[in-house]
């Protein structure tokens, strides 16, 4: 991999000594870059935990149908769906860091604007300009983390960092369900506000200025086109399987919150820990399962964990009970928890092959965001027409779909499985 400038500050130092205590935690000849990247994330991403929960039960008080509850999730991922490619491609050619403090500026100060919405339009008009801000931000982070990432480590680096988005996801529920009790939902959004905040001083003041960023970038080259991106059979496999997986995330999301509080009553800190559960146990498994990924068959980590994140989605349309709930959603994640370090290590390994780590990253975030679209749309749909109960199999169906998917367009690889 390509040298980077070492953050010099007093800080950035302190913060590399609390977090690597022992030799080669941090995979990475760069670990100032990667502390500052991952706390940036953590808070930035806690903050957001907060609210997601929350937001269907409010909507739903606002009189939201469930596509309207559909549309305020979905709005978030359109915008990101058009922008994430451009952020993507641009964070290659012209540098990391002026995307990332531009992002998190936008989605502080949209975070802040929430205490102001007083109506279903208004939700869904921030979420989609929260959306854009969100573009520059994820994208750009993974891709610069990716470039950071000695070979042969690429699913235990990810997956140490993506610790800082499934812990934030996880603590993020817990406390959101906590201040709206004890507090007031406008709390919990100006909480968001804040942590995102401190997420933009962290990548202000300790990531190094793009003149000093010596990414793998194709400034004096010719860029790679799309084609020959969205035409790769590999990416297209995990392409294919982290929509799908993302898109019952968003089933999640969307109406595990309301199916929690309308079938069984659950407290708005109950129904946190359970969006929390799924998160935190995915989280858990990431950096065993990431260092697993870099030793063993990648195609085989993303099978299983497809067929066990299948199984998780159905559980809830039998529950009877909260402890049902929480069976369901533990299982969701801990397919999660296998698949996914291996599908991110297979994205930093095409990245870097192709010489263009930015535009591949937002190719997989792409299908976050469509799998996030589609899931809380088709289940809002289920909803409004079926039952909310049914929600539950819509995502079912789609798990299992990407998983064959992903089988089909891998085998097609010329190894079948990469690197």
């Known amino acids: 991999m390509t040298q980077f400038y070492s953050v010099k500050e007093p800080l950035s130092k302190l913060l590399v000594k609390l977090f690597n205590n022992g030799k080669g935690i941090i995979p990475s000849d760069h670990k100032g870059i990667f502390v500052t990247l991952f706390f940036a994330i953590f808070t930035t991403v ?39 490619p451009v952020f993507g491609r641009w964070s290659d050619q012209k540098g990391r860091k002026p995307f990332i403090v531009t992002g998190l500026l936008a989605y502080t100060l949209i975070s802040l604007a929430f205490v102001f919405s007083e109506n279903i339009e208004t939700l869904i008009i921030l979420r989609f300009i929260q959306g854009a801000g969100s573009a520059m931000i994820m994208p750009v982070v993974q891709a610069y983390v990716g470039e950071i990432t ?30 709206k009790d004890i507090w007031s939902l406008d709390a919990a959004f100006i909480c968001m506000g804040l942590l995102s905040g401190i997420g933009l001083l962290l990548c202000i003041f300790f990531l190094p200025k793009v003149s000093e960023e010596k990414v793998k970038r194709n400034t004096g080259n010719k860029i790679i086109p799309w084609s020959n991106l969205v035409k790769d059979k590999g990416i297209i496999s995990i392409f294919m399987f982290r929509y799908a997986y993302t898109a019952c995330i968003g089933v999640i999301w969307c109406f595990l919150p309301l199916f929690a509080d309308t079938e069984f009553g659950l407290s708005g800190s109950l129904t946190g820990v359970l969006v929390m559960l799924g998160v935190f146990v995915s989280g858990l498994l990431h950096l065993p399962m990431g260092y697993a990924a870099d030793r063993l068959n990648k195609k085989m980590m993303i099978l299983s964990g497809g067929v066990i994140s299948t199984i998780g989605m159905l559980l809830p349309f039998f529950a009877t009970s909260f402890y049902d709930l929480v069976t369901a959603v533990c299982l969701f994640g801990i397919g ?35 799998g996030m679209l589609t899931g809380s749309m088709a289940a809002g749909l289920a909803m409004d027409y079926l039952s909310l109960r049914l929600s539950f199999p819509c995502g079912t169906l789609i798990m299992a779909f990407g998983t064959i998917l992903f089988l089909i367009f891998m085998d097609k690889t010329k190894k079948g499985v990469i690197a």
């Open 46 to 84: 806690t903050g957001v935990g907060i609210v997601v929960p929350l937001l269907p039960v409010y909507a739903n008080e606002l009189g939201a149908s469930g596509i309207y509850v559909g549309m305020i999730f979905g709005s978030f991922s359109i915008s990101r769906i058009f922008l994430l």
């Open 150 to 179: 000695p070979e042969g480590s690429e699913g235990y680096s990810m997956g140490l960092f993506n610790l800082s988005m499934f812990l934030s996801l996880s603590l993020g529920p817990l406390m959101g369900g906590g201040i």
């Open 336 to 370: 999660g928890g296998i698949s996914m370090p291996a599908v991110m290590a297979l994205a930093v390994i095409k990245g870097d092959e192709k010489k263009a780590m930015g535009s591949v990253i937002s190719i997989m975030t792409v299908a976050h965001s469509l």
